[in-house]
């Protein structure tokens, strides 16, 4: 079956089989390899992408779901060689140890500074409570989703 | 993991959709919010020959208030009710429900229609609708019927669905003023199934008396269970300790868990108990509270 979609403001299109699920054609088809695939069970929210703006376990969705559908992945987030105040509050507060759920953490709150620009740590810490991070103990990773609501709200992007 | 394939439907209206469903018959699923069913089926616990993906069909995501019920569309979101105003402002039983179901991003997708119509016990919707007497609007090949919600769940994972029918709406009779509801549920982390849960919804009589209860228990037995004997205690009743003690102890009586992971039949049987008690204070004091 043939499917179109714009990712990362880019289109793309594949013909796949309806059973192949949406991260696997991120990584393996289009090769987008920083979506990563962490526990497979729905559980870990490494692989968490935004679809139509919503973020979403791409290991838990058909790829055939994402037709006609925009996508965003942790590799839009940069733009123009100046990383997303996201990334760099990750840099600044050290956010991630592994680095291992680091994209789907960036796309979860990427979702949720759009929808909250004030957020409080409690907040924070319901809006990541879907994915999980086995090196930091979460305190890094609410530091810099401060950090970048910060930086976001004194005129970042 | 890779589940077995399967010929995939995107029907775009509900006609289409139950008419589809009519001639693919028991080897056909509804592709809802897919939170349940896409783990499933990667886990080749379920490996449907067709999927009817019901996501395309137009109008039933809404959430609003007429002719006397709160109606929530099949396909509404688990966040979308998390942000309804309506549901934050009028229903704080729903809201505690739709904010502790698995996580925010399985939120994103999954589907309250889905969480009923998959007929799993350890879902918090049903306990939910029991406590609230809502009914379910289903429509198939020979139209459309309303199923109350206690007639609904008829066994483990089987409901009162026909195969060609779709879960459309849900269906919510609008409380009374002095009413107020709560779901407290003890989860071992983020993202698991209730150890047990219960949701709680009373009425209060101008005399301060309980004019109506309804209280539904998650993950304590095959099915959601309605704690009918619990429920009738309260009603007509002035809803003191004594009162609360009786209906936990009536509640926990109802309950028939089996022992696993999370705990013994013993310890759900009494975190029935405690959680009943609990609920029951906290619906009782938004029932006392301002607004609803």
Known sequence: ?157 | MIPATFEYHAPTSVQEATALLARLGDDAKILSGGQSLIPLMKLRLASPKYLVDINGLPGLDKIAESDGFLRIGGLCRESDLEESELIRTRYPLILDTCRVIADPIVRNLATVGGNLAHGDPANDHPATMLALGAEVVAVGGSGERRIPIAAFFTGPFTTALRTDEILVEIRVPIPPARSGGAYVKLERKVGDFATAAVAAQVALAADGTCARAGIGLTNVGATPIKAQRAEAALTGQRVDEAAIKRAAGLAAAAAEPAADLRGSVEYKTDLVRVLTARALHRALERASGPGR
């Open chain 1, 1 to 157: 079956m043939l499917v179109k979609m714009t990712i990362n403001g880019e289109k793309h299109e594949a013909d796949v089989e309806p059973r192949l699920l949406l991260v696997h054609l991120i990584r393996e088809v289009f090769r987008l390899t920083g979506t990563h695939i962490g526990c497979d069970t729905t559980h870990c929210g490494a692989c968490t992408v935004l679809l139509d703006g919503r973020a979403v376990k791409s290991c838990t969705v058909f790829a055939v779901q994402a037709n006609d559908r925009t996508l965003m992945t942790v590799e839009g987030l940069e733009q123009n060689g100046v990383l997303h105040p996201l990334q760099q509050g990750f840099v600044a507060e050290h956010g991630l140890q592994c680095g291992y759920c680091t994209p789907g953490m960036l796309m979860t709150s990427y979702a949720f500074l759009a929808k909250h620009k004030a957020p409080t740590e409690d907040d924070i810490r319901h809006a990541i409570s879907g994915n999980l991070c086995r090196c930091t103990g979460y305190v890094n990773i609410v530091k810099a989703v401060q950090h970048a609501a910060t930086a976001i709200a004194q005129g970042g992007s």
